[in-house]
């Protein structure tokens, strides 16, 4: 994790710049223990922007294919990132995931699993509540606006665009035990727009 701590502020600097990002309710990050960072999902930028507007350092899952060239692979490790499969359940990144919240480690997930066409919000699946629930971590909400515009799904540009990061408050699915997973986590996606 040294270079993540290294081009930490590098990367803050740069995106200040770059983009005019503002940070809303940093205070709500804990400072210890494992937590799950859910957020939504606008462009390859957002593991970049989370981590550098987040206090705490954050491991996150990312797709498989990512891995392949060895340069990109060792980079992304570097930075955090833990292999996923796609489409399928992969006891893998689950059990990795559930021993990084364990260790007392942020992990970030995007309830979407895939980046937004048009930029909405859109529906979460209900693996982040099901993997919160068994390592009995919270999650905390996140919601990023403008990295859609900054950079789209089939774009390789960057533009200068306004992007704004807020966090909102700890989400607990432990206290909705008569709900389901796909229940729990309409709840946590509309936390998340309302942020």
């Not at 040294?2 to 983009?19: A, D, N, S, V």
């Not at 205070?27 to 987040?54: C, K, R, T, W």
């Not at 789209?152 to 699915?173: A, C, L, T």
């Amino acid at each position: 994790m040294i270079l993540y701590r290294f081009f930490k502020p590098l990367t803050f600097i740069l995106f200040k710049i770059l983009f005019l990002i503002r940070v809303k309710g940093r205070e709500n990050i804990p400072g210890n223990g494992g937590f799950i960072l859910a957020s939504n999902h606008q462009s390859f930028l957002d593991p970049v922007l989370l981590g550098m507007a987040s206090p705490r350092i954050l491991r996150f899952m990312a797709r498989d294919d990512l891995f392949k060239p060895r340069w990109f692979a060792w980079l992304i490790t570097t930075l955090g990132a833990f292999p996923v499969k796609r489409n399928k359940p992969d006891k893998g990144a689950i059990k990795r995931t559930l021993e990084l919240l364990r260790a007392g480690e942020a992990v970030l997930i995007f309830p979407e699993g895939t980046r937004s066409r048009d930029g909405d919000i859109g529906k979460g699946h209900p693996g982040c509540i099901w993997i919160a629930r068994l390592g009995n971590v919270p999650l905390i909400p996140a919601r990023i606006d403008g990295a859609f515009r900054a950079l789209p799904v089939d774009s390789i540009f960057i533009r200068p665009y306004p992007i704004k990061v807020s966090f909102g408050p700890p989400f607990y699915p432990q206290r909705y035990s008569n709900l389901r997973e796909e229940e729990i986590v309409e709840k946590l996606m509309e936390e998340i727009r309302n942020l």
